[in-house]
């Protein structure tokens, strides 16, 4: 048996890209970041706490932690803690560039794999307007960054990995789950 350690509709909807049937157990720890670590070792790690939490009561099964951290000037952007954070937030990054980086850790009784995708975001410039309609209709609440990438209007373009950027970045999976058999 498979089991995503997330509670994200968007990466569920992407690990069914690669497996049709698994079951969706979050990890309840506290994403505790550790400000020593470069961004990628941060997603890594948390990541890895994740997936070695579900893991811990699922020893029989292969388990799937994910965590998605936004890299600004040298800043880890996460997740708003309210509209008027998310609104700050899409304002700093408007008509500018960032990366996407998601930490993936597979683990089973066989074996335990951590890696990362990164992926260059570059944004369209975005009014006032248009970032208090789009913080009004709720999206980027509970996204880091404050986005969606597959949210209209906001990406001008991007260098890696589209699936990198909504959550799980389905090639890199794949080729966890077949190296950890």
Same mark, same amino acid.
């Given at each position: 048996?498979?089991?995503?350690?997330?509670?994200?509709?968007?990466?569920?909807?992407?690990?069914?890209?690669?497996?049709?049937?698994?079951?969706?157990?979050? *990890? *309840?720890?506290?994403?505790?970041?550790?400000?020593?670590?470069?961004?990628?070792?941060?997603?890594?790690?948390?990541?890895?706490?994740?997936?070695?939490?579900?893991?811990?009561?699922?020893?029989?099964?292969?388990?799937?932690?994910?965590?998605?951290?936004?890299?600004?000037?040298?800043?880890?952007?996460?997740?708003?803690?309210?509209?008027?954070?998310?609104?700050?937030?899409?304002?700093?990054?408007?008509?500018?560039?960032?990366?996407?980086?998601?930490?993936?850790?597979?683990?089973?009784?066989?074996?335990?794999?951590?890696?990362?995708?990164?992926?260059? +975001?570059?944004?369209?410039?975005?009014?006032?307007?248009?970032?208090?309609?789009?913080?009004?209709?709720?999206?980027?609440?509970?996204?880091?960054?404050?986005?969606?990438?597959?949210?209209?209007?906001?990406?001008?373009?991007?260098?890696?990995?589209?699936?990198?950027?909504?959550?799980?970045?389905?090639?890199?999976?794949?080729?966890?789950?077949?190296? +950890?058999?």
């Amino acid at each position: 048996m498979f089991i995503l350690a997330s509670a994200s509709p968007r990466r569920r909807e992407l690990l069914k890209q690669i497996i049709p049937k698994f079951e969706v157990i979050p *990890a *309840a720890a506290d994403e505790k970041v550790n400000l020593s670590l470069f961004p990628e070792q941060m997603a890594c790690a948390l990541a890895e706490s994740k997936c070695d939490e579900v893991y811990a009561s699922h020893t029989e099964d292969t388990v799937i932690g994910c965590d998605t951290i936004v890299c600004f000037g040298g800043e880890i952007l996460g997740k708003p803690k309210d509209r008027a954070d998310a609104f700050e937030t899409l304002k700093r990054l408007s008509g500018k560039t960032h990366y996407v980086i998601t930490g993936v850790c597979v683990r089973n009784k066989y074996n335990k794999l951590t890696d990362f995708d990164k992926t260059e +975001v570059k944004f369209n410039v975005l009014s006032d307007e248009f970032i208090k309609i789009y913080v009004d209709g709720g999206s980027p609440l509970d996204k880091a960054g404050s986005y969606g990438i597959q949210d209209g209007g906001i990406v001008n373009e991007y260098f890696g990995s589209y699936t990198n950027v909504v959550g799980l970045p389905v090639n890199l999976v794949r080729k966890m789950l077949k190296e +950890v058999r």
